[in-house]
Each structure stands twice: as structure tokens, then as C-alpha cells.
């Protein structure tokens, strides 16, 4: 399953102080083996982070 994109997946851009589309999804694996969505904000540009699968 990992590195399948699915739909839109939320999450929170720090910079922006809110929740956005993350671009550019990707579904990566943490260090400790947990699921992490990793992509970057569509308005700023900071990489976003979320932990959990997609959904
Ligand atoms: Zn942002």
C-alpha cells in the first residue's frame, strides 16, 4: 500500500496556521515503522508532515 496517493489528504501548515491540502502526497514510512504523508503546503511551500495513513 505504501506509495499509493489517494484523494486529498489534509494537514497543517505551521507557517500558515491552518490546515490545508497537502501537495504532493507521498506516503513514507517513519523511524519507527509508523505510517507518515509526507508533501509540501500549496500556498507556502513548507514541507507538511502527517502521521497516519491515507485515507
Ligand atoms: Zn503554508
Same mark, same amino acid.
Given at each position: 500500500?505504501?506509495? /499509493?496517493?489517494?484523494?486529498?489528504?489534509?494537514?497543517?501548515? #505551521?507557517?500558515?496556521?491552518?490546515?490545508?491540502? !497537502?501537495?504532493?502526497?507521498?506516503?513514507?514510512? /517513519?523511524?519507527?515503522?509508523?505510517?507518515?504523508?509526507?508533501? #509540501?503546503?500549496?500556498?507556502?511551500?513548507?514541507? !507538511?508532515?502527517?502521521?497516519?495513513?491515507?485515507?
Amino acid at each position: 500500500m505504501f506509495g /499509493m496517493l489517494f484523494a486529498m489528504v489534509e494537514g497543517y501548515c #505551521v507557517k500558515c496556521k491552518k490546515k490545508v491540502e !497537502i501537495k504532493d502526497a507521498t506516503t513514507v514510512t /517513519m523511524k519507527n515503522n509508523k505510517p507518515a504523508i509526507q508533501g #509540501v503546503c500549496p500556498i507556502c511551500g513548507t514541507k !507538511i508532515y502527517r502521521i497516519g495513513k491515507a485515507s
